[in-house]
């Protein structure tokens, strides 16, 4: 009788730990919005001294005297009657020798303990030594992460990017979710626009807890378990998305106490097993672009996360758990930025040639050019509509795709500073004007968040010049950018 009452508690048990481990998904965004993500510079540095004691040498055991036959004490005393009678003198000395051995054998085993002994307090010593040694080098390397910690809340408050990254990872590692969350993301920040930039890893749909009651049938003395449904489950896995996908964003922003983050793109990014092939396939199911202002104006206390994102125009599969891959809005370059393929333009250009710098009728043909080689594998074909001395050019390209083709604009900016959001609304007038299906807009530079909050929810592809490069080496070609550079040849040119 109370082994059944201590199933039935332990069911209960499992039963509550079950609705539990769902309700922490269902409210993931709501644990987060009342904690503190400043990061406290002081409590990550160890102030501590090292007040162990290097231990002290120990007091060996002595070992006596070896005792030597030539000793006094080992020399018989012979009489007068020894001299007489042989067999006397004989037995004394046989009993100094039998003495001497007793206590030369007693001497030797006395020798041998404290020989044991000694060598055992020696590495004692020695282990205790390792040990305070190791802890004093432990303390010492903590002492030098202080003075890391300095230099990097020094360079975070000066706002440089690689200072501003770890701050953001730090934040976002120190962020409290179940255990089989991977915790694992890469970010990107770029200094002219503000923009940061959050690949970050989502659980996959078979990872979150499905049990959601568990019983104990007495009369057969077994236990029964329920399952959430397939349907209940791809819910829940899509709202814990949105959630994820907000509360990043929000962590972000709390912490921003040098106001370096204007915008931050968040692309979700899922590992699984594909049950077709077997295979780990990556893609990304989720990407928002969210300002700052107009983010931290949403109450994210009462919102449904799901409107919340659309409301920000982010992009993604109506069901996140088919784990469709999308076309993030801006992807971290996970290669060299500065360097792809040439082209067949002019013979002069090389691998070190600089695109941002190049004469602006070559840089039309270039445009021209690759664009060509993009859509002619649909049968497409490129044609420059207008040249200008302006750093930018047109090209309308006639895509004869039934489903996603038409006309598409192509305008280029062969731009050395960040592009702002008049470019953009030039490109969507013209693609309004001309009638086309779309608008491809290509730069050398990078864009402002204006500028992508714009393209929001238009039929409008901003490429920056991470992306050109890009594109080139997808067609087998090699060059470079460099802003720098360039804007020091161009200045050269205008003298």
Not at 121 to 128: G, N, V
Request: proline share 4%; aromatic share 10%; net charge negative.
């Amino acid at each position: 009788m109370e082994n059944r009452q201590l199933k039935t508690k332990l069911a209960i048990e499992q039963t509550k730990e079950a609705t539990e481990a769902i309700k922490e998904i269902e409210v993931i965004l709501k644990h987060a919005l009342n904690k503190n993500y400043t990061i406290e510079w002081e409590a990550l540095k160890n102030e501590s001294k090292f007040l162990k004691q290097k231990p002290q040498l120990p007091e060996l055991l002595e070992i006596s005297k070896l005792p030597k036959r030539t000793n006094q004490y080992y020399q018989p005393k012979f009489e007068f009657l020894d001299k007489i009678f042989p067999s006397r003198k004989q037995e004394k000395i046989d009993r100094a020798e039998r003495l001497f051995k007793i206590n030369y054998n007693e001497w030797l085993e006395a020798k041998e303990e404290i020989t044991k002994k000694n060598e055992e307090l020696q590495k004692l010593y020695q282990d205790k030594l390792k040990l305070w040694e190791k802890e004093e080098r432990e303390f010492l390397e903590k002492q030098k992460r202080n003075i890391e910690i300095y230099r990097i809340k020094e360079q975070y408050f000066e706002k440089q990017p690689h200072a501003l990254i770890k701050y953001c990872k730090y934040v976002l590692s120190t962020s409290d979710y179940p255990y089989y969350f991977p915790q694992e993301f890469d970010l990107d920040y770029n200094p002219e626009t503000k923009i940061m930039i959050v690949d970050y890893s989502l659980p996959p749909i078979d990872a979150l807890p499905r049990l959601k009651e568990v019983k104990y049938i007495k009369t057969r003395d077994e236990f029964s378990e329920s399952f959430l449904a397939d349907s209940t489950v791809n819910n829940l896995y899509d709202d814990l998305i949105y959630q994820i996908t907000l509360r990043t964003i929000h962590e972000l922003y709390e912490s921003d106490v040098v106001n370096a983050i204007d915008s931050i793109i968040f692309n979700g990014i899922v590992e699984s097993i594909d049950k077709a092939t077997g295979q780990t396939i990556t893609a990304c199911i989720v990407s928002v672009q969210a300002n700052k202002q107009e983010f931290l104006s949403i109450n994210l206390e009462h919102v449904d996360p799901k409107a919340c994102f659309k409301k920000l125009k982010g992009i993604g599969s109506s069901k996140l758990h088919s784990l469709t891959p999308i076309a993030p809005i801006l992807q971290i370059s996970r290669e060299d930025k500065r360097f792809v393929s040439s082209y067949q333009v002019v013979d002069e250009l090389g691998d070190t040639y600089n695109l941002a710098a190049m004469d602006w009728e070559d840089f039309e043909h270039l445009i021209r050019e690759l664009f060509e080689k993009e859509f002619s594998q649909s049968g497409g074909e490129v044609k420059v509509t207008r040249s200008s001395r302006d750093a930018g050019v047109d090209a309308v390209a006639f895509d004869p795709d039934p489903i996603r083709g038409g006309k598409i604009v192509i305008q280029a900016k062969r731009y050395t500073n960040t592009v702002g959001v008049s470019a953009v609304r030039d490109l969507f007038g013209t693609v309004m004007n001309e009638g086309a299906t779309k608008g491809i807009l290509v730069s050398t530079a990078d864009y402002g968040p204006d500028a992508y909050e714009f393209a929001k929810g238009k039929p409008l592809t901003l490429l920056n010049g991470s992306n050109l490069l890009h594109l080139l080496e997808k067609h087998g070609h090699k060059a470079k950018i460099d802003l720098k550079e360039a804007k020091q040849i161009l200045a050269e040119q205008e003298k």
